[in-house]
């Protein structure tokens, strides 16, 4: 969220976000069906999830393995990304390389550029 907020204007179309780390609360919060949260679908109900919450046009999510061990059976990179647009919701796949912190910073990269619009700050441009 740092770097949206870091983007000129955000204020105008940047509602708000929300952390749902534990399973616990992406099941009770956003809706996100009990079982595995590493998932295409779970990436798709999280994102509903919270642009139901916030009341947006638009919700976003990122649900992957970044830590140094498999989860939920995966390897470590592997990374699914919902977007929910007005009734409209996919996810898309990634597997990723590095460490933690660049597996996260790939994730978001590959996330914003799913709003579709031309964020220069974030974007590196």
Do not use: N
Not at 29 to 48: D, F, H, N, S
Not at 58 to 71: I, N, Q, R
Not at 99 to 105: S, Y
């Amino acid at each position: 969220m740092a770097r949206i907020v870091a983007t000129p204007s955000s204020g105008d179309w940047f509602i708000g976000g929300l952390v749902a780390y534990h399973a616990e609360m992406k099941f009770d919060l956003l809706g996100v069906e009990p079982g595995r949260v590493v998932t295409a679908r779970a990436a798709e109900q999280m994102a509903e999830g919270v642009r139901r919450l916030l009341r947006a046009d638009v919700g976003l999510s990122t649900t992957g393995v970044a830590c140094p061990e498999t989860e939920e059976g995966l390897p470590v990179g592997s990374v699914f990304v919902g977007v929910a647009d007005r009734g409209d919701v996919q996810s898309h796949r990634l597997r990723l390389e590095g460490d933690p912190d660049a597996i996260r910073q790939q994730a978001v990269d590959f996330a914003i550029t799913r709003l579709g619009g031309d964020f220069p700050i974030l974007m590196g441009k």
